[in-house]
């Protein structure tokens, strides 16, 4: 019998390149692994990273019989990981082989690659199936196989929806996503008004199907007129990456079409899941827009093409919603910012776009509007926000909005000018008051006057110590919740008076490089406040946590600056625990791992903030011997209604332990949080349960005596 590999080669299977994603998304979440390969149920060669197959791992893999996935050696004593792409009971389907650059857990590694085995594992149980079939399946490779083509200038989301309507044969096609506010339909053929309206009321039905089943819907019996589906129905959910149901995806054909067969429904599958992973890639997670970067594409390529139309751009920003956090917590200051996005998704055209810059802040492209037009839009926005002042039992804090309005100047605008200018409006409008527009032009000099006088703003606030520091307790989770120490939280005190959180100050501060001297400012700042109750400390207790930026990392001196200034100060370095950010000790991981030495050999403690949010870190963790993980608080938020995010924690808290480092996880707000941080064994605990921040005198007043 004719090998499998040769069956797919003589029904045009997938090109080798096809799996070079793959490999890709191993070498993000392993950056260890050297060479890859993936073999077939027979182990023949189907692709491998180097362009040609390492002796080793074939050796490897034909020296080993019966296979379990693993971390062992090639038979020249080098380290490799194998997986069997199997679904018991039935045999594997292929083999993923890869080299180790260092001897790693088994279970570490497995854990890390098991989204990869998965993928792997569906694509080649699909293409198994296609192969056997007739010309559905043939249909359905083409589909896959267009996945991958170039959208153009079409959205990957309308492009992945005509890919389906197309290469399936439907009349209709239709993806819901209430959550994210995306409502998409494509038609094969013009439709009639009433059919259109029997659809969409389909679709609703459709939804509510795909949340209460989770899983997919095929209908091929079409009844009469008023009675049953009006048409052949296909409908799968679609999933978060942790598993819970967001939307539905649909596909309708005509009563006289083919029926859809169970190969369809396994291939729409794919393509929900392919549609989550654009939801990952292009938007936002918590309102569903898309991602800044995604936004000045589309934005500047609509400003090119528009020819001198009247175009502009708001820039909203939610009046002091750290009022919202402060008393309700911040999950409903998270609900308030899903307000403002639904709102502005009511006020947007074909041709508009909007997108979440960060924290509470929104841009919005209004496409051939006039100032007037586009100025009633933004005052809609603002009053829709006003309307929906947060309410939570018997108490309330109303909410609003400031915006600023950027109108083009005409043909050869540039979408960073009309951002820069919108932002300016929105300071002084901010200034002026709450719930206002402002407005102003997009003439780059307007637009660089905006950046000289924010980034002379915030020298100014450096200046003049506009800005203070306040501290927040970090707890053990366990026994009688002993402190570990405070988080040095800086503050920045507006003219009018407003306290302002880093998400207001701190982009800025990147954008004009002055974060190096906003860390130099919180170190001193801090060394000055300790100063006089230095000397009643135990060396190492209670602990100091400062925040590292990655300019400090990326410009020599700093550490240095820091172990000069605390000897000053007569405050021990075991008081000072620096902490780095995941993602900037991975894109600084030279640099970091200099830091990290120096502090250690000091007696400074090192921490790793926001871990988890990419894994990126786990392997690099031997050259970056920190002593505290801080888990990212996205993730413990969610424990209590993500079982995904549960086990990530859980994950971290376990790897942590192996590796002989603390833990503390950020974002505990309830008890019952703290509780389940506690089965997982992680060490301490930060967030509103804990304590509020308060000024850093006042924390440090409070602890001296007891150190006495």
Not at 95 to 108: A, D, I, M, P, R
Not at 641 to 654: L, W, Y
């Amino acid at each position: 019998m004719a090998k499998p590999s040769a069956r797919l080669a003589d029904a045009q299977a997938p090109h080798d390149a096809d799996y070079a994603p793959y490999g890709q998304l191993v070498k993000m979440l392993l950056p260890s692994a050297g060479a890859i390969a993936l073999y077939d149920a027979d182990r023949e060669l189907l692709w491998c990273s180097d362009g040609y197959e390492p002796p080793e791992l074939r050796a490897l893999l034909e020296e080993t019989p019966a296979i379990a996935a693993g971390v062992c050696r090639t038979p020249g004593g080098s380290p490799a990981f194998i997986a069997p792409l199997v679904s018991p009971p039935d045999p594997p389907l292929g083999f993923l082989v890869l080299e180790l650059k260092t001897v790693q857990s088994g279970t570490l590694v497995a854990s890390l690659l098991k989204p990869v085995v998965d993928c792997l594992l569906k694509r080649m149980s699909l293409e198994r199936t296609l192969v056997l079939g007739d010309r559905e399946g043939r249909a359905s490779l083409d589909l896959l196989l267009a996945l991958d083509d170039e959208p153009g200038d079409t959205a990957p989301l309308e492009h992945l929806l005509d890919q389906c309507v197309r290469h399936l044969r439907g009349r209709a096609g239709a993806l819901v996503l209430p959550d994210r506010g995306i409502a998409l339909t494509r038609r094969a053929q013009p439709t009639a008004a009433e059919e259109a309206e029997l659809l969409e009321r389909t679709q609703k039905h459709l939804l509510a199907w795909a949340q209460l089943q989770n899983r997919p819907i095929l209908v091929n019996r079409v009844g009469p007129k008023g009675v049953g589906a009006p048409c052949k129905i296909l409908s799968c959910p679609v999933r978060d990456p942790q598993g819970r149901v967001i939307g539905s995806l649909g596909l309708f054909r005509a009563a006289t079409a083919p029926d859809f067969v169970t190969e369809d429904a396994r291939v729409l599958e794919l393509v929900g899941r392919r549609i989550t992973a654009v939801l990952e890639s292009h938007h936002d997670r918590l309102t569903g827009l898309v991602n800044p970067l995604i936004f000045e594409r589309r934005v500047q390529r609509a400003l090119d093409a528009a020819g001198g139309a009247p175009t502009a751009v708001l820039h909203v920003d939610v009046d002091r919603l750290q009022q919202v956090n402060d008393a309700f917590g911040y999950q409903a200051g998270d609900e308030v910012i899903r307000r403002l996005a639904d709102a502005v998704r009511r006020e947007l055209r074909p041709g508009d776009e909007a997108t979440r810059l960060g924290g509470d802040r929104l841009a919005v492209f209004l496409s051939r509007r006039t100032p007037q037009e586009a100025a009633a839009a933004g005052e809609r926005i603002l009053a829709a926000l006003a309307e929906t002042s947060y309410v939570q039992g018997t108490e309330s804090v109303p909410v609003s909005a400031c915006a600023g309005l950027a109108i083009s100047a005409g043909a050869g605008a540039r979408i960073a000018h009309l951002l820069a200018a919108a932002e300016l409006a929105c300071k002084h409008a901010k200034q002026a008051g709450r719930g206002r527009l402002e407005t102003v032009g997009d003439d780059p000099e307007v637009a660089g006057g905006s950046r000289t006088l924010a980034a002379a703003s915030l020298r100014e606030s450096l200046r003049s110590n506009r800005f203070r520091l306040d501290a927040q307790p970090v707890r053990g989770l366990s026994g009688k919740e002993a402190l570990l120490g405070f988080e040095v939280l800086v503050r920045l005190q507006a003219p009018d008076g407003e306290v302002l959180a880093p998400d207001k100050f701190f982009a800025a501060a990147e954008r004009y490089e002055l974060t190096a001297a906003l860390d130099r400012w919180v170190l001193v700042s801090l060394l000055e406040a300790l100063k006089p109750h230095a000397a009643r400390f135990e060396d190492g207790a209670p602990r100091l946590m400062v925040n590292v930026s990655a300019a400090s990392l990326a410009a020599s001196g700093y550490a240095e600056f820091a172990l000069e200034r605390a000897a000053q100060a007569g405050v021990p370095p075991g008081l000072l625990c620096f902490e780095v950010r995941e993602s900037v000790a991975a894109a600084h991981l030279a640099e970091t791992e200099a830091f990290v030495k120096k502090m250690r050999d000091a007696g400074a403690r090192v921490a790793l903030d926001n871990f988890g949010r990419g894994f990126s870190s786990l392997a690099y963790l031997d050259r970056l011997p920190v002593h505290y993980l801080k888990i990212d608080g996205e993730f413990v938020r969610r424990m209590a209604s993500d079982r995904v995010a549960e086990s990530i924690v859980s994950g971290i808290a376990m790897a942590a332990r192996t590796l002989g480092v603390e833990t503390i996880a950020q974002h505990v707000e309830t008890e019952a949080l703290a509780g389940a941080l506690r089965r997982f064994e992680v060490g301490y605990g930060q967030g509103y349960h804990f304590g509020r921040p308060r000024p850093l005198v006042q924390a440090l007043g409070e602890l001296a005596p007891s150190a006495a």
